[in-house]
């Protein structure tokens, strides 16, 4: 019996094309899909065709009753059915590939009368697409590898150079530096750290984090002195696409993104504007950021360590600090003392600055003699470490003398007046010919009586003022270094000399 032209005619309203046109859509991807999965809203699989029944021994499942039920993300990698519900978009046609194969899939979702999703439907519309999607294949196989170079290098940049054992020094109050840095590395609190410019904090900021349980997830650091107020939001909280005139097409992702799952080190703390302020403690209190022109509220897992020169108490009470975010910060404090308060460690910082330079200028490893040591003793160094390793890479750059001594810092450093003689006159192996000349001779029954050569004079009152110093301490080195008034080093170099 023909059928008559009417039924065979489209109908003329369009919401009755439109769901004429997806059902037949639908059809087409049910006679032609490999299988089919339906996910609810809480992303727990409900339901499988018998066609994707194939596909669970690659999956690791012998048995269907043990796939239904279990999260999509959990049971099958690489999915994003989870993102389709959440976001309520469709992936029309997207390439998944995991350890059961490369498929061709769709992904829709699935909406009730009241507009609202209700979970989402998975098709695999090839499981060997490699014959027929040739050229699309080889393109997704090389953006792939270049996406994981960008991974790999990425990572390299990403990963911290320090340990806790990098901050150098056995002084009692760097020991109790590393003390509280380990303490701090086993929790997931807030860090600040405090201390002058120089001393150290963002070597220590990335020591924690290699201590911690974050090690193999990303350290980001942000010096927020050197970012531009206006720029800094969204340097921290990223960009949306379009945004603005001006922004990404594909938008940006902010520090507080990219440091997600390991360690966001914010240096300079003190120096960020007010109304920036705000918005970091919700980030903080919330673990939630909201990119820049966007309305999508994105998860975090990120431990945030601070660091400021300034004191912020103070600023709190003068009303350029939010008390609330410096209560938010000030969790863990650690100060790292200023390095005239750890002299006791500036022979192996010294040591440990020269290895490092004659590294990075492929120079020989140089040393400083007993004056130089003196010399840098008696500085005030208010940069710190900082400052004595700009002093000694000059230093080294500007000879080719293996041993360092005072004068080799020449106009570098100044030399107290109540610096040991040898340090603040040039060095000389013998006296002048002058001086020897216009010296008078005394009588030689005078010299032989009352005077023994000066060498000898001075040596043995060095030999027993170091054993009376020695004495005095029960052999304690430092503390006998520090009753003479000398460097340890220079009273190592007397000992070796007297034996």
């Not at 065979?8 to 439109?18: F, G, I, R, S, T």
């Not at 403690?281 to 999508?296: A, H, I, M």
């Amino acid at each position: 019996m023909p059928v008559p032209a009417a039924a065979m005619a489209l109908p003329q309203d369009a919401d009755e094309v439109l769901k004429l046109a997806a059902r037949s859509m639908f059809d087409v991807f049910a006679n032609t899909a490999q299988g089919m999965l339906v996910v609810d809203k809480h992303h727990r699989i409900v339901w499988i065709s018998e066609g994707y029944k194939r596909f669970l021994p690659a999956l690791g499942f012998s048995d269907e009753h043990d796939f239904v039920g279990q999260p999509v993300e959990q049971v099958v990698p690489n999915t994003l059915m989870a993102e389709v519900i959440d976001s309520g978009q469709p992936m029309l046609v997207d390439l998944l590939t995991n350890k059961a194969g490369t498929f061709l899939v769709s992904r829709l979702p699935l909406r009730n009368d009241a507009g609202e999703v209700i979970g989402a439907l998975g098709m695999v519309l090839l499981d060997h697409p490699g014959a027929g999607l040739q050229p699309l294949m080889a393109k997704f196989v090389r953006l792939q590898r270049e996406l994981d170079d960008a991974r790999r290098e990425l990572a390299v940049h990403r990963r911290t150079r320090y340990t806790i054992a990098s901050f150098i020094g056995n002084s009692p109050a760097a020991i109790e530096v590393k003390r509280q840095a380990r303490r701090a590395a086993g929790t997931s609190s807030t860090v600040l750290l405090l201390g002058e410019t120089g001393t150290g904090k963002e070597l220590l900021a990335q020591a924690i984090h290699a201590d911690s349980a974050r090690a193999a997830r990303p350290f980001v650091g942000v010096n927020i002195a050197a970012v531009p107020d206006t720029l800094l939001e969204a340097e921290f909280f990223g960009v949306a696409a379009g945004a603005y005139t001006g922004a990404e097409r594909k938008g940006r992702e902010g520090k507080f993104k990219l440091a997600d799952g390991g360690t966001l080190f914010l240096d300079e703390i003190g120096d960020m504007p007010l109304a920036l302020q705000a918005k970091l403690l919700r980030v903080l209190q919330e673990q939630e950021v909201e990119p820049l022109g966007s309305n999508k509220v994105e998860k975090l897992d990120l431990r945030v360590i601070a660091a400021t020169s300034r004191d912020l108490a103070v600023m709190v009470t003068e009303g350029s600090f939010r008390a609330d975010l410096y209560y938010r910060l000030n969790v863990l404090p650690i100060r790292l003392p200023a390095l005239r308060e750890r002299m006791p460690d500036l022979d192996a910082l010294s040591d440990h600055l020269l290895a490092d330079i004659a590294r990075r200028n492929s120079q020989p490893h140089k040393s400083l003699s007993a004056d130089a040591m003196d010399l840098l003793a008696a500085q005030r160094w208010p940069g710190n470490i900082r400052e004595l390793g700009n002093a000694l890479e000059r230093a080294c750059l500007m000879t080719d003398d293996l041993r360092l001594a005072a004068r080799h810092f020449g106009d570098l450093l100044p030399v107290p007046m109540d610096m040991p003689t040898r340090a603040r006159m040039p060095l000389r192996d013998e006296p002048s010919e002058a001086l020897l000349q216009g010296a008078r001779p005394l009588g030689e029954a005078l010299m032989q009586s009352l005077l023994k050569p000066l060498p000898v004079a001075v040596a043995e009152l060095e030999a027993s003022s170091i054993r009376a110093a020695l004495s005095a301490t029960k052999g304690n080195k430092l503390a006998a270094a520090r009753l003479l008034g000398i460097a340890r080093a220079t009273l190592y170099e007397k000992l070796g000399q007297l034996g």
